[in-house]
């Protein structure tokens, strides 16, 4: 399943703009939905990412595969996947929180985003200085 870089922008603006549009109804109570159906078009974008990703992961283990980038393309694709876990459960948290499902603080719901947001850092700042040391 090969996409070109214009079919994955794409794809990627119509999801956001339906979310945003659902999510914009919902706030001015012009839509009685539940908050899982308004964040329907973020679980659909990521599971096609996910399912993308764990796609070009079998990949290698073809046993004609021969790595161009050795570990560190494997590594990275672990991080994305781990990423786009974290992601999903922020938005389930939130989701749940939004419903009133659980009674969590708002400071839980956030610690998959905080982790995300630490993990992103830290590969930033390893991507950054790693091309620097060359």
């Known amino acids: 399943m090969k996409m070109s870089l214009a079919q994955r922008v794409l794809l990627s603006w119509i999801f956001a703009l339906m979310f945003l549009i659902m999510l914009v109804l919902k706030l001015d109570s012009k ?17 096609v990412l996910i399912l993308m990703l764990v796609v070009k992961m079998a990949g290698r283990c073809k046993a004609d595969f021969e790595p161009r980038e050795g570990e560190q393309s494997l590594v990275r694709r672990l991080w994305y996947l781990m990423a786009l876990l974290l992601k999903l459960a922020f938005c389930l948290f939130l989701c749940c929180r939004l419903e009133r499902l659980t009674d969590m603080w708002v400071s839980v719901v956030c610690v998959p985003l905080w982790v995300l947001l630490g993990g992103a850092l830290v590969e930033l700042g390893h991507s950054v200085f790693h091309f620097r040391r060359d």
């Open 31 to 47: 839509i009685d939905w539940n908050w899982f159906l308004i964040f329907l078009p973020v679980w659909i974008f990521d599971t």
